[in-house]
């Protein structure tokens, strides 16, 4: 059985970093795609960031472009979220997702894309 498992969620005041983690467990396999997706209270799941299986390739939502940073490190199986200069509005629950399986035309941005949920972790963000 394969799980995905964020850490590094927490509290923070406005203008300040954190870093989150998404460690897979269970079976390993190759990730095509793994991103990140938040959900704040009374709002729809989003798409946040997203990483290609090599590292080459990144996507971000307009939202957090230039703030938060994407990366993995497939020897460990694990993907990062770098966040930086937070605002308020980043306060929600955060998602790791993972693809694995190969499609020919990805849609790294579609929650739809992803097989593979963790269980999320809670971002709060203080003004």
């Known amino acids: 059985q394969v799980q995905l498992v964020e850490?590094?969620?927490?509290?923070?005041?406005?203008g300040g970093s954190l870093r989150l983690s998404c460690a897979a467990s269970g079976r390993t396999f190759r990730w095509y795609a793994m991103g990140?997706?938040?959900?704040?209270?009374?709002?729809?799941?989003?798409?946040?960031?997203?990483?290609?299986w090599s590292g080459g390739n990144t996507y971000y939502a307009h939202s957090v472009k230039g703030r938060f940073t994407i990366s993995r490190d497939n020897a460990k199986n694990t993907e990062?979220?770098?966040m930086d200069s937070l605002d308020?509005?980043?306060?929600?629950?955060?998602?790791?997702?993972?693809r694995s399986f190969y499609t020919g035309s990805p849609d790294y941005a579609g929650?739809?894309?992803?097989?593979?949920?963790?269980?999320?972790?809670?971002?709060?963000?203080?003004s």
């Open 7 to 14: 850490s590094g969620g927490g509290l923070v005041q406005a």
């Open 36 to 52: 990140w997706f938040r959900q704040a209270p009374g709002k729809e799941r989003e798409f946040v960031a997203a990483i290609s």
């Open 80 to 82: 990062y979220l770098q």
């Open 88 to 98: 308020p509005e980043d306060t929600a629950v955060y998602y790791c997702a993972g």
């Open 111 to 126: 929650a739809g894309e992803y097989n593979y949920w963790g269980q999320g972790t809670q971002v709060t963000v203080s």
